[in-house]
């Protein structure tokens, strides 16, 4: 596992040429792509939402399309249209911009749920229905959305089917200031992102995303600290709809990542309690009277992780 780790330390170092100072935020975001999920990128404007989306593409070498989400935006425009035609007597399939390998979807929550549904399909089973004809997607597939969580006008929530298709959840927030600085440096001339190179190609990142799955060891221990965690949302107190199997699901493959970024080939429950709350926290939605109080999911998970027990190390009996 220390060649994984060597290869995510050189991409996320490369990132960091252009998103300063926020280092465990694009841990996150590459943990994202090493388990083929997607990622929510939850901030005000103007703190690198979509920066770091295009400086991922570039640093493993995907292709990257962009799409603006506004209020009179058709599902036809994410995902294509077929158009006929006249020489040939027949209809052409004209791929949208999701059919490409790094998707931002900027500002989702700008668009009406009819255009959200959109995306249903390609999150989950990487592929696209036009006029019957499905197709599929490039491999590797990622879909980092962003959003503004102040705005509320002109927006439309995203529904809980699409936000439990996020594999994590995470907020960029305001630099320091000597990291502020920092930028006004970097940025005197040009932007550094137009001199971002590629440190690994596409196939480097799908052979990346098989290690993680199939040689990175997950004990009986640790799975049921997960499933309990998970259980514990949908219990709790303020919690009207807990997370779902899905959520375990993320938990675990987002747990296995953690542990070869860090180059390790086995998971601990460290990892568990490290990618809880991006994992687990946008997935719940609390009952009114939690949300009268201004209670927030990430401290509900928060305090599950307080309550359940931590797995100790399973004793081997010596053989006689």
Known sequence: MQHVRAIAEQVISNVEKVIIGKRSEVELAFIAL????????????????????????????????????????????????????????????RPGPIVAQVVLADEINRATPKTQSALLECMEERQVTVDGVTYALPRPFVVLATQNPIEYEGTFPLP???????????????????????????????????????????????????????????????REYIVSIVSETRSHADVYLGASP????ALYRASQARAALLGRDYVLPDDVKALAVPTLSHRLIVNPGARIKHTETATIVQEILESVPVPGARVLHPKR
């Open 34 to 93: 090493m388990c083929q999920g997607h990622v929510l990128i939850e901030d005000v404007p103007g703190v690198g939402k979509t920066v770091l989306a295009r400086a991922l593409a570039r640093s493993v070498g995907c292709s990257f399309r962009r799409i603006q989400f506004t209020p009179d935006l058709l599902p036809s425009d994410i995902t294509g249209v077929s158009v006929y035609n006249q020489k040939t007597g027949e209809f052409e399939f």
């Open 160 to 222: 809980e089917a699409q936000l439990d298709r996020f594999l994590l959840r995470i907020n960029l927030g305001y630099p320091q200031h000597r990291d502020e600085m920092a930028i006004l440096e970097r940025q005197q001339v040009q932007h550094p992102i137009e001199e971002l190179g590629e440190v690994i190609s596409a196939t480097d990142l799908l052979e990346l995303q098989q290690i993680v799955r199939r040689d990175v060891y997950v004990d009986d221990l640790v």
């Open 246 to 249: 899905r959520g375990s699901i």
